[in-house]
């Protein structure tokens, strides 16, 4: 399947989704592009999943009437998603065209600051 990470997604990400063909937006010139026209340009090149970590475009843009899948991650966080990769490969894996799957991510608990 060929993925397109937007620009806020690590690409160490990559080397866990070796049986997909995955690219970075930037990598393409699209770095600058907004969600709209990211997922259109996408569209058009023949990818089949977007991934980002830009929650907010699940309502800025009409999903299901698109030829993409959007796979969006709870998280930047490399640290973090680290600990979610199966569920990140499952979320892709499953992604069909106009689907929707977020990957949520908690960070975790801030320590109490003992210093008073």
């Given at each position: 399947?060929r993925v397109?990470?937007?620009?806020n997604?690590?690409?160490?990400?990559?080397?866990h989704?070796?049986?997909h063909?995955?690219?970075?937006a930037?990598?393409?010139?699209?770095?600058?592009?907004?969600?709209?026209?990211?997922l259109?340009?996408?569209?058009?090149?023949?990818?089949?999943v977007l991934?980002?970590?830009?929650?907010?475009?699940?309502?800025?843009?009409n999903i299901?009437?698109?030829r993409?899948?959007?796979v969006v991650?709870?998280?930047?966080?490399?640290?973090?998603?680290?600990q979610?990769?199966?569920e990140?490969?499952?979320?892709?894996?499953?992604?069909v065209?106009?689907s929707?799957?977020?990957?949520?991510?908690?960070?975790p608990?801030k320590a109490?600051n003992?210093?008073?």
């Amino acid at each position: 399947m060929r993925v397109l990470f937007d620009k806020n997604v690590p690409f160490g990400l990559a080397r866990h989704l070796q049986r997909h063909s995955v690219l970075k937006a930037a990598q393409l010139g699209w770095g600058a592009l907004s969600n709209g026209r990211l997922l259109a340009a996408a569209e058009q090149a023949g990818f089949e999943v977007l991934v980002t970590a830009d929650k907010s475009i699940r309502y800025q843009q009409n999903i299901e009437s698109r030829r993409i899948a959007l796979v969006v991650l709870g998280s930047p966080s490399w640290p973090l998603l680290q600990q979610h990769i199966p569920e990140i490969q499952g979320a892709i894996d499953a992604a069909v065209a106009g689907s929707y799957f977020e990957v949520e991510i908690i960070p975790p608990p801030k320590a109490p600051n003992l210093q008073q």
